[in-house]
C-alpha cells in the first residue's frame, strides 16, 4: 500500500486443517515527507483457513478470525474521500491474504480508535472488547432464505454496550440489509476532550444512548435513529475555575438542554426517521423537532428498539401527516384547499 509500512512478525502452517496464521502484523501509514510513522491496524494474530461447515456442504471458502485487532483513525490534513481509499487499500490488502472467497468473519477483543492530534485539547476517543461474527457471507448455506448472512457484534464504549445485529444479501445487486443498533449508558463525563474540543462544553454528568433501525432494498432505504440523553449536567460546581465566555457559553447549552428535557424522567430525547433512495436521502426534520417538544412536555421516548422497521417496510408509502409544526409554518394542502372552495361555493349558491 502506497504511503504505508508494514510488518509480519511469523507465519505458521497447519497443513492438516488448511489454514495458516499471521502472527504480530501492524500497518503504520507513513509521512512521506517527515518519514514519521502513525498507527493505522495491527492484529496480534489473523486466522486463515477452510470453513469445513461450507466444505461439508460442497462449498470451498475461508474463514477469517483476527484477534486483538486494532483500526485507528486520524483527523488529519487529508481529503475524506482520502480516508475512504485508506479502508478500501487495507480490505483488498486483507483480501489478497485470503486465496479463497471469504464466508465467515470473527473479530475477537478488537478494538476502533479515533484520534485528532491537532486539536485542544487533543481527541483520543476509542470503541473496545468489539467481539464480530459475520456468517454466510457467501450463501454457501441456507441460500433459500431471503436474507442468508448476519452479522453480529458487541463492544463497550466507555461504560456503556453496543449491541449490533444485521441480516443481509451481500450477494445481491443492490445493498439488502435488516439491522438494528442499541448503545445504552454510555458515560458522557469520559468524552469531554471530544466536546471541548469541538463544541468548547464539558459534562459534568451525563448518560447517552441511542437506538437505531434501519433496512434497505431495491436502492431504497428506511430506518429512524433514536439519541436519548439522561442526567444531563452541563454547568456544575467543576466549572468554578473556567473563564467569563465558557460558563456563558456553557449555561446557555444547559439552558437549552433544560427546556426541552423530559423533567419526571430527566431525559432529553428524538426520535428521527428518515427514508428514500440510496441516490437521494432525506430526513423529516419538522418531525424531529415535533419528537423533540413531545418529549419534553408530553411523554418520554421509552429507551427501546421500537421494532418498527423491517425488510418488508422499505417501500411502504407513508401517510399524509402533518406535525403540529407543519401546520404552524406550512400552508394549506391543495385537497383542504378544494374541500374549502366547494364549501363556499355551496354557501354561496343557497
Given at each position: 500500500?502506497k504511503?504505508?509500512?508494514?510488518?509480519?512478525?511469523d507465519?505458521?502452517?497447519?497443513?492438516?486443517?488448511?489454514?495458516?496464521?499471521?502472527?504480530s502484523?501492524?500497518?503504520?501509514?507513513?509521512?512521506?515527507?517527515t518519514?514519521?510513522?502513525?498507527?493505522?491496524?495491527?492484529?496480534?494474530?489473523?486466522?486463515?483457513?477452510?470453513?469445513?461447515?461450507?466444505?461439508?456442504?460442497?462449498?470451498?471458502?475461508?474463514?477469517?478470525?483476527?484477534?486483538?485487532?486494532?483500526?485507528?483513525?486520524?483527523?488529519?490534513?487529508?481529503?475524506?474521500?482520502?480516508v475512504?481509499?485508506?479502508?478500501?487499500?487495507l480490505?483488498?490488502?486483507?483480501?489478497?491474504?485470503?486465496?479463497?472467497?471469504?464466508?465467515?468473519?470473527?473479530?475477537?477483543?478488537?478494538?476502533?480508535q479515533?484520534?485528532?492530534?491537532?486539536?485542544?485539547?487533543?481527541?483520543?476517543?476509542?470503541?473496545?472488547?468489539?467481539?464480530?461474527?459475520a456468517?454466510?457471507?457467501?450463501n454457501?448455506?441456507?441460500?433459500?432464505?431471503?436474507?442468508?448472512?448476519?452479522?453480529?457484534a458487541?463492544?463497550?464504549?466507555?461504560?456503556?454496550?453496543?449491541?449490533?445485529?444485521?441480516?443481509?444479501?451481500?450477494?445481491?445487486?443492490?445493498?439488502?440489509?435488516?439491522?438494528?443498533?442499541e448503545?445504552k449508558?454510555?458515560?458522557?463525563?469520559?468524552?469531554?476532550?471530544?466536546?471541548?474540543?469541538?463544541?468548547?462544553?464539558?459534562?459534568?454528568?451525563?448518560?447517552?444512548?441511542?437506538?437505531t433501525?434501519?433496512?434497505?432494498?431495491?436502492?431504497?432505504?428506511?430506518?429512524?435513529?433514536?439519541?436519548?440523553?439522561?442526567?444531563?449536567?452541563?454547568?456544575?460546581?467543576?466549572?468554578r475555575?473556567?473563564?467569563?465566555?465558557?460558563?456563558?457559553?456553557?449555561?446557555m447549552?444547559?439552558?437549552v438542554?433544560?427546556?426541552?428535557?423530559?423533567?419526571?424522567?430527566?431525559?432529553?430525547?428524538?426520535?428521527?426517521?428518515?427514508?428514500?433512495?440510496?441516490?437521494?436521502?432525506?430526513?423529516?426534520?419538522w418531525?424531529?423537532?415535533t419528537?423533540?417538544?413531545?418529549?419534553?412536555?408530553?411523554?418520554?421516548?421509552?429507551?427501546?428498539?421500537?421494532?418498527?422497521?423491517?425488510?418488508g417496510s422499505?417501500?411502504?408509502?407513508?401517510?399524509?401527516k402533518?406535525?403540529?409544526l407543519?401546520?404552524?409554518?406550512?400552508?394549506?394542502?391543495?385537497?383542504?384547499?378544494?374541500?374549502?372552495?366547494?364549501?363556499?361555493d355551496?354557501?354561496?349558491?343557497?
Open positions: 500500500m504511503g504505508y509500512y508494514g510488518h509480519v512478525q507465519i505458521n502452517l497447519a497443513i492438516i486443517r488448511g489454514a495458516y496464521q499471521i502472527d502484523i501492524y500497518l503504520n501509514k507513513k509521512d512521506t515527507v518519514n514519521k510513522q502513525t498507527p493505522f491496524f495491527a492484529s496480534s494474530l489473523i486466522d486463515l483457513s477452510v470453513e469445513w461447515q461450507s466444505l461439508l456442504k460442497g462449498s470451498i471458502v475461508g474463514e477469517l478470525v483476527f484477534t486483538a485487532p486494532m483500526l485507528r483513525f486520524t483527523k488529519d490534513k487529508v481529503e475524506p474521500k482520502d475512504a481509499k485508506d479502508s478500501t487499500d480490505k483488498e490488502l486483507l483480501d489478497d491474504f485470503m486465496p479463497l472467497q471469504v464466508n465467515r468473519c470473527e473479530i475477537v477483543r478488537g478494538k476502533v479515533y484520534i485528532d492530534e491537532h486539536s485542544t485539547p487533543h481527541v483520543d476517543i476509542q470503541m473496545d472488547n468489539v467481539h464480530l461474527i456468517q454466510n457471507l457467501r454457501s448455506y441456507d441460500s433459500t432464505v431471503v436474507l442468508p448472512a448476519t452479522i453480529n458487541t463492544a463497550s464504549i466507555y461504560e456503556g454496550t453496543l449491541t449490533f445485529d444485521a441480516k443481509a444479501n451481500p450477494l445481491a445487486d443492490s445493498p439488502t440489509f435488516d439491522m438494528s443498533a448503545l449508558n454510555t458515560n458522557l463525563v469520559k468524552l469531554n476532550d471530544f466536546f471541548q474540543a469541538y463544541s468548547k462544553v464539558d459534562v459534568n454528568k451525563g448518560r447517552f444512548g441511542l437506538y433501525e434501519v433496512a434497505a432494498k431495491d436502492r431504497q432505504f428506511a430506518g429512524y435513529v433514536k439519541p436519548i440523553i439522561q442526567d444531563l449536567d452541563v454547568l456544575g460546581h467543576e466549572d475555575k473556567d473563564n467569563f465566555f465558557q460558563k456563558v457559553w456553557e449555561g447549552v444547559g439552558a438542554g433544560e427546556v426541552f428535557q423530559n423533567q419526571p424522567k430527566d431525559q432529553l430525547a428524538t426520535k428521527i426517521p428518515f427514508k428514500g433512495s440510496l441516490d437521494q436521502p432525506k430526513t423529516n426534520i418531525l424531529a423537532l419528537n423533540i417538544l413531545q418529549n419534553a412536555f408530553i411523554h418520554a421516548i421509552q429507551p427501546s428498539i421500537d421494532n418498527e422497521i423491517s425488510i422499505v417501500k411502504e408509502k407513508d401517510a399524509e402533518k406535525t403540529f407543519q401546520k404552524i409554518f406550512s400552508g394549506k394542502d391543495k385537497k383542504d384547499q378544494n374541500n374549502g372552495d366547494k364549501k363556499d355551496k354557501k354561496s349558491k343557497k
